[in-house]
């Protein structure tokens, strides 16, 4: 077997639906099986998958164990050469999946390589990163970002300068649609199931890099991903994103420098949401007398959203 296309779902029966129509219209032209993991989705995905596509490996879990562990039961079930990850929330271009097993056949040095990501609207999808530091996460999730401290540090962690039109060796790569080849993880392992969801794909590639093997994006392959047709129906996602991040420092940085992070880290997170609130609520004041419908809606709803994130969530951002 030639390639192993594993997606993990929940909740997002049509968007699968349209991604495995994607598969078979522009399949990759080699000998490939397809395994699809349903976290315990509530919307009917495994039925329908299976009354559909009869030939593909249906993994339904009686409850939802998280994108890294719901992916590794589809590792250990499949046989290809190359493993490509999947969202349910893409589709596949034409040529796309051969353009990238190619490239793994003539590239032996390479250990994953991802394709460029569309957006709906056919721009081009923010899909590469160097890795994370300690100045660029400060940056973009705590205080530090309404006084511009530490701006250049976040502005390189992600790569704003990136063209997204020629090929490149990366850190890290989008895990919406990454092929990593089977020998790469049947020496450094799968994904680390500490993460439940965000990050997971990045220490994957940090592994990859570590064991020596090149990381590539491929302009030339394209698919189109839609983007957190998944998260967005966790309301704790940011908490969760941001619980993963710490993990990801824990786990490289060494536990005593990450946790005097985590200190500062996440005292900034909630003296951030406090400022948004303060600016939310003047301005939602300010509005009352405007007859601005539509910048009224807006800070009424950043007022309601950090409310929310403070008063529901304050006490998972100090735990974890």
Known sequence: ?????????????????????????????????????????????????????????????????????????????SSGEYILLLNPDT????NSLSLLIEFLDNNPDVGACGPKLLNADGSAQ?????????RGVLYGHTICRLFGLFRSQ???????????????????????????????????????????????????????????????????????????????????????????????FRKYRGRFTAELFAVFFKAGVILRNICHLIIGLFTFVITLASFDQKRKKKAKEKVVLHTLLLSKYLWRVITM
């Open 126 to 134: 923010a899909s590469v990163r160097h890795f994370p530091t300690f």
């Open 154 to 248: 976040h502005r390189k962690w992600m790569m704003k300068d990136f063209g997204y039109d020629r090929q490149m060796d990366v850190d890290q790569i989008m895990g919406a649609a990454m092929m990593v080849r089977r020998s790469v993880i049947d020496k450094i392992g799968g994904m680390d199931e500490i993460f439940f969801m965000y990050f997971e794909e990045i220490d994957l590639c940090y592994r990859i890099k570590q064991a020596g093997r090149r990381i590539v994006f491929l302009p030339d392959a394209v698919i189109t991903h839609l983007g957190g047709r998944s998260s967005s129906q966790t309301p704790l996602r940011r908490v969760m994103m941001l619980t993963s991040l710490l993990a990801f």
């Open 1 to 77: 077997m030639k390639l192993s296309i594993i997606i993990v779902s929940w909740n997002v029966k049509d968007d699968l639906l349209k991604c495995l129509l994607s598969l078979k219209q522009y399949s990759p032209g080699v000998p490939f099986e397809q395994i699809v993991i349903d976290n315990m989705s509530s919307d009917g995905t495994a039925k329908i998958v299976k009354q559909d596509y009869p030939e593909i490996t249906v993994i339904e879990n009686k409850e939802n164990k998280g994108f890294a562990k719901a992916n590794n039961q589809g590792i250990k079930q």
């Open 91 to 94: 589709i596949v271009h034409p």
